[in-house]
């Protein structure tokens, strides 16, 4: 069965998640490529570092301060709501010792690649389409505006250098 199609005003939200995922999958690759490339190890984390700035910070202020309470007003499980802030919280922890050269090592990247990936997973698979099924139009044209006054369109990457590697 194919899943519907997402609402105009997620969409950005998924946009960014796939770039997210893009990097994930460069982190793992690169991995398998070069475990013990501490040069590359070094590259990546502040490339990543760069990434969460420019885009994940904003994706998660928009997720957090927009979709969330309206999730929350539809009745989301609120146990679960509470987990995808602590994924936030968690993956903004990681981007801390990636920014230490002290504390910086091959499993903090593959940590934070899969968290993040794990993540963006469950929120197309759960939430969005929970979001979907149950907000009204009116409540959706705000989310849309609202998501769009943080994060534009998402129709590229705001840190396009990374996707160039």
Same mark, same amino acid.
């Given at each position: 069965m194919k899943s519907p199609k997402r609402f105009e005003s997620i969409v950005p939200? !998924?946009?960014?998640?796939?770039?997210?995922?893009? =990097?994930?999958? !460069? =982190?793992n690759r690169g991995l398998l490529q070069r475990p013990d490339d501490k040069d590359w190890i070094i590259r990546k984390a502040d490339n990543v570092v760069k990434f969460y700035q420019c885009e994940l910070v904003t994706h998660f202020k928009a997720e957090e301060e927009i979709l969330f309470p309206v999730i929350k007003q539809l009745h989301f499980n609120t146990f679960a709501l509470n987990q995808y802030i602590d994924e936030h919280r968690g993956l903004e922890n990681i981007i801390l010792q990636l920014k230490s050269i002290d504390k910086l090592t091959q499993e903090n990247l593959k940590e934070f690649a899969r968290i993040l990936e794990g993540h963006i997973r469950k929120e197309e698979r759960e939430l969005f389409p929970f979001y979907q099924e149950h907000v009204d139009p009116e409540m959706d044209r705000e989310v849309q505006n609202n998501i769009r006054s943080y994060i534009g369109d998402a129709s590229k990457p705001r840190y396009r250098e990374l996707f160039d590697e």
């Open positions: 939200l !998924s946009r960014e998640h796939h770039y997210a995922l893009l =990097i994930c999958l !460069s =982190i």
